[in-house]
T-cell receptor, first 110, second 114 residues
């Protein structure tokens, strides 16, 4: 079973709008990572946030982490059609294995 | 720098056969991970190899096995294939045993079992 749960499962927005995806998890973690997957292909690493960090930025991406609520959010600003993909959060708790959420399917309409 | 590579891209087998999937990590990475992405089941951890040793194993039956070679490349073997083994198999590599390191993924092998 998946530890993480993404919310929403699907999100459809217009180009230029911001997209926010949320992730919740159940156990203590070392870090949380966000990945993107285009059309059933390989995963592309977007950003890693450690358990002692609260916010991190990378280009148009902003990730927050609230360990007290066991939740994280990914904000994509000024979205583009090329951002259309599935987005997954993944946690690392022990043994280096990634535990993935169910994913959010983002569609950015031109 | 080359990324993680996987072969073959697609693999079609019939039930009961064996499948062998291959992965080459990023140069300098010693850890290789295997994940299964089956329709409706999400991404699930299969195996983790580091320095030639199996370090961790997900909740999969023993017919899923693998190995890591001295050059850190890896093979995933699936014996006695079942229809539900049809999935995208993803390989990832990272640079150390460290629990905080990013995993870099290959493009995957799509296995279809008929």
């Amino acid at each position: 079973s998946q530890q993480g749960e993404e919310d929403p499962q699907a999100l459809s927005i217009q180009e230029g709008e911001n997209a926010t995806m949320n992730c919740s998890y159940k156990t203590s973690i070392n870090n949380l990572q966000w990945y993107r997957q285009n059309s059933g292909r390989g995963l592309v690493h977007l950003i890693l946030i450690r358990s002692n960090e609260r916010e991190k930025h990378s280009g148009r991406l902003r990730v927050t982490l609230d360990t007290s609520k066991k939740s994280s959010s990914l904000l994509i600003t000024a979205s583009r059609a090329a951002d259309t993909a599935s987005y997954f959060c993944a946690t690392v708790a022990s043994g280096s294995r990634l535990t993935f959420g169910e994913g959010t399917q983002l569609t950015v309409n031109p | 720098e080359a990324g993680v590579t996987q072969s073959p891209t697609h693999l079609i087998k019939t039930r009961g056969q064996q499948a062998t999937l291959r992965c080459s990590p990023i140069s300098g990475h010693t850890s290789v991970y295997w994940y299964q992405q089956a329709l409706g089941l999400g991404l699930q951890f299969l195996l983790w190899y580091d320095e030639g040793e199996e370090r961790n194993r997900g909740n999969f039956p023993p017919r899923f096995s693998g190995r890591q070679f001295p050059n850190y490349s890896s093979e995933l073997n699936v014996n006695a294939l079942e229809l539900e083994d049809s999935a995208l198999y993803l390989c990832a590599s990272s640079s150390s045993i460290g629990r905080t390191d990013t995993q870099y993924f290959g493009p995957g092998t799509r296995l279809t079992v008929l």
